[in-house]
């Protein structure tokens, strides 16, 4: 390195030392450096005069000093530094005008207009196709919101840095062409691949927020466990009766009913009777308990567009052909208000079904305990007219 930019390495090392804000975590010394070594890179492998390789090292060290005075048009500052300087180190006016040339030319939107600019750029930008892009972009991120230029989160500045790969940037010289595009490509890949992770998890907690509650989930869950669980209480209940009042029918005519046709038992006649009559009320009504209800089996189209058919129950479509049916649980599952409509009806239905068996079951007790009390009386009576 020559003794003028070894000059100005310790110059901008302690310019960026005093005079950088805390918020320029990105374009600052390390960033200076990474960039003169790639532009010496490309200059090993090009065919330039030492001149012009001396006039592209100085604009590496230069190009961004501007940030110590405002990350505003830092290439002007930047401009206004390294012609104060190199004129103080009696540098000839042409080199001087060469830098501030290739310092403007740094800017985004500028066009390279020669090979000078053209390795410049290349190598301002060679970060893009490097192992440490991904820590270097991360910096850049966080400058930007420190220094309020933008403040974007992880998926919109992937966005931002996938489109600047693709549509607004490309290498310019022939040695990045051939050395850096691949590397740059892989690193656009992996922003792709991060990106495309981070939307499909995006997008699988909007299904999930845009889904019901669990709340309402439970409350359903919850809900049809008790409804079936009280029903099969009720049918069990019933159950137990019949099975109750036929061992008493049974016991009954296999004990009381023959001796009745002794003139000397007629005094069992009438509680015998009493206590045949409840017990066969009881299980009358304990198979009302549990009687299944007969309906049509059948929907029409029409009532499924109105959406006035619960197809959750079988009792509603178990006449209909598997086409028919298929076309109506698409129509049902295709519209999430249908699904709840007909979930709720359902709870309402079966819980009307359940009223209905408590209600008889309740009857059924009753008949069973008047039946048991009467019957005992009944006897009791008869026993004592007896004596």
């Known amino acids: 390195m020559s003794s003028l930019l070894e000059l100005t390495d310790n110059f901008v090392a302690e310019l960026f030392e005093k005079e950088l804000p805390n918020t320029c975590t990105y374009h600052n010394y390390d960033h200076t450096k ?3 070594k790639s532009t010496k890179e490309i ?11 001396e006039v592209l090292l100085l604009t590496a060290l230069l190009h961004d000093t501007g940030y110590s005075k405002s990350s505003t048009d830092h290439e002007s500052h930047s401009v206004t530094i390294s012609e104060e300087f190199l004129a103080q180190h009696k540098v000839s006016q042409d080199i001087i005008d060469k830098v501030s040339v290739l310092i403007m030319a740094t800017k985004m939107e500028h066009e390279p207009t020669n090979l000078l600019e053209e390795i410049i750029r290349d190598a301002d930008a060679s970060h893009f196709a490097k192992d440490y892009y991904e820590e ?5 991120r966080k400058e930007f919101k420190l220094t309020n230029v933008c403040d974007l989160n992880k998926s919109q500045w992937l966005k931002a840095n996938i489109d600047l790969f693709e549509n607004k940037h490309h290498y310019y010289t022939s040695y990045a062409k051939e050395h850096w595009k691949s590397r740059k490509e ?8 991060e990106r495309s992770k981070i939307k499909k998890k995006k997008e699988k907690k909007q299904a999930k927020e845009e889904s019901p509650e669990k709340g309402i989930q439970t409350l359903f869950r919850v809900t049809l466990r008790n409804h079936l669980k009280l029903s099969d209480i009720a049918d069990t209940k019933a159950n137990i009766l019949l099975s109750v ?10 004990n009381l009913i023959p001796k009745l046709d002794n003139p000397s038992n007629q005094y069992l006649i009438y509680p015998t009777l009493i206590f045949l009559i409840f017990s066969i009320a009881s299980i009358v009504l304990s198979v009302l308990a549990t009687r299944p209800n007969v309906t049509s089996g059948e929907f029409t189209r029409k009532e499924i567009e109105e959406k006035k058919v619960n197809l959750l129950f079988f009792g509603n479509f178990h006449k209909m052909p598997l086409d ?5 649980m698409e129509e049902l599952m295709a519209d999430k208000d249908y699904i709840y409509d007909t979930m709720i009806k359902d709870l309402y239905f079966l819980g009307k079904v359940l009223h209905k068996k408590y209600k ?14 009467t019957s005992v009386i009944s006897f009791a009576l008869a026993f004592n007219l007896l004596q």
């Open 186 to 193: 892989e690193n656009l890949s992996k922003m792709i691949e």
């Open 34 to 36: 990474r960039v003169l």
């Open 245 to 254: 009042n036929a061992i008493i029918i049974s016991l009954a005519l296999s």
């Open 136 to 140: 270097a972009s991360e910096l850049l």
């Open 43 to 53: 200059i090993d492998n090009t065919n330039i005069s030492d001149q012009d390789k």
């Open 324 to 328: 028919e049916y298929k076309w109506a």
């Open 360 to 373: 008889i079951l309740r009857i059924t007790y009753t008949v069973f305990i008047i039946g048991i009390v």
